[in-house]
């Protein structure tokens, strides 16, 4: 039997509250006050699936930007996606990711974003693994870096808002990090319980080349910094920031940090000690592939075509063929052409935020091309490893 499901918006007080019992339940209390998060969100970003009028589970989208060859584009993020457990198993999960991304089209967001619960679920509407989120840790007396070439200025109280522009330069430049939600932000500087934060901007007041956010933290396991944000724009921005750490050494066992899977910062440790402590792949869903592959940037010295054919069974104007032109850093992409690359929607993401070579993909059995097509592929889309910072 096909259920029928009504997709909308949230705004009723009892669809609010009716959410919030099945986020509690769904999320085994982990959003820390289920109405404070959605109020966070703002309401008005929540969508909810009904069947037979009965509010049956929801989601939040999370509208912000996102860095590819320099340039942002829109990117709504998709979070707490809960159906209520009488209800699972019958397509409502399904049904609501499906009108989710229809809106998201319409709405002209060419990308979207989420980190899985399970990946099976999110694969079925197109979205594949397009990047990385790291937290690696070094014991604080392995840092051995000790010169500080840089002062620091701790910034009380911490206001995020001055952190901003220096973050917005290293994003930049960094393959697929965010142009973060208001929430995000606020998250960063918010203590958890048991912990108090810190922040330093690295350098002099009127020319910071970085900042730190940390929190320390007591578990069983000994004492901890958890640096919660960081930017470096210099190398001695990045030496002020690990000798920084290591004068924590006394009383602070161990220092975890977000980096990508290729971490750089680990290049200015003396030995290979560092370590990684938790390894997730977010995932990506290329909503409008015309907006998604025209926007980005590219490297500057190609100029090449690329000849696409995609399949998309969840929106229709991206399914057909495509010549992407790329010339000058920029794309232009016109329908039409031979199709020399085939794949599914869901394909073209590890393949535009450079998670996966054109070849290691092929050979995965996720695309298929022609030499001359793999060959274009390859230096369209070649970059270093896509991370981002945030979990969400
Ligand atoms: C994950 C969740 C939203 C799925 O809801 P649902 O309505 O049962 O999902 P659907 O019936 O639409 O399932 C669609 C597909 O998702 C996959 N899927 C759903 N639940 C799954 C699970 N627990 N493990 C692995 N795959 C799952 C299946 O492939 C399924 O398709 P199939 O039945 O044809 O094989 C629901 O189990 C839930 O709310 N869980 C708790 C909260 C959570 O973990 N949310 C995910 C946050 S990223």
């Known amino acids: 039997m096909t259920l029928e499901f009504e997709y909308s918006t949230l705004a009723h007080p009892p669809d609010i ?9 769904c999320f085994v209390n982990a959003l820390g006050g289920e109405e404070a998060y959605m109020n966070q969100i703002g309401v008005e970003n929540f969508r909810i699936i009904r069947e037979s009028q009965q509010l049956i589970g929801g989601l939040a989208t ?24 009488e209800y699972r198993g019958s397509g409502g999960a399904i049904a609501l990711m499906q009108h989710t991304l229809k809106e998201l089209y ?32 070094v014991a604080t007396n392995a840092i051995g870096v000790r010169e500080q070439p840089l002062p620091l200025q701790p910034v009380v109280p911490i206001n995020h808002q001055v952190f901003h522009e220096l973050y917005q330069q290293q994003a930049k430049l960094t393959h697929g990090y965010l142009d973060r939600h208001p929430a995000i932000w606020r ?73 990508s899977a290729i971490d750089t910062l680990t290049l200015a440790l003396p030995e290979q000690t560092a ?25 500057s010295g190609i100029e090449t075509e690329l000849h696409l054919e995609i399949q998309d069974n969840v929106i229709d104007a991206n399914n057909g063929k495509f ?15 031979k199709g020399e690359l085939q794949l599914d929607v869901r394909e073209l993401a590890p393949l535009y935020t450079s998670l996966f070579s054109p070849y290691h993909l092929q050979i995965a059995g996720k ?17 270093s490893s896509p991370w981002v910072a945030d979990f969400f």
């Open 62 to 85: 999370l509208n912000m930007g996102q860095w590819w060859g320099g340039e942002r584009l829109p990117m709504t993020g998709i979070a707490v996606v809960a159906i209520a457990p």
């Open 187 to 259: 998250r960063l500087i918010e203590p958890d319980e048991n912990e108090q934060v810190y922040a330093y901007l690295i350098g002099t007041k009127d020319k910071p080349e970085g900042y730190i956010i940390f929190a320390q933290q007591r578990t069983h396991n000994g004492e901890i910094i958890f640096v919660k944000d960081w930017v470096l724009k210099t190398a001695a921005a990045t030496q002020t920031f690990w000798s920084l750490l290591a004068t924590h050494r006394s009383q602070i066992q161990q220092v975890r940090w977000k980096s």
């Open 367 to 383: 695309l298929h091309g022609t030499e001359t097509a793999i060959s274009a592929a390859t230096q369209i889309f070649a970059a």
């Open 323 to 337: 010549i992407l032109s790329v010339a000058n850093g920029r794309g232009e992409v016109t329908k039409g052409g």
């Open 17 to 25: 509250q009716q959410l919030a019992v099945i986020f509690k339940q």
């Open 275 to 299: 370590k990684i402590s938790t390894q997730f792949r977010w995932m990506l869903r290329i909503v409008d592939v015309v907006k998604a592959l025209s926007m980005r940037g590219y490297p």
């Open 106 to 137: 319409a709405r002209g967001v060419p990308l979207s974003a989420l980190y899985p619960a399970v990946q099976t679920l999110y694969r079925k509407v197109g979205y594949e693994q397009g990047g990385s989120w790291y937290i690696w840790e």
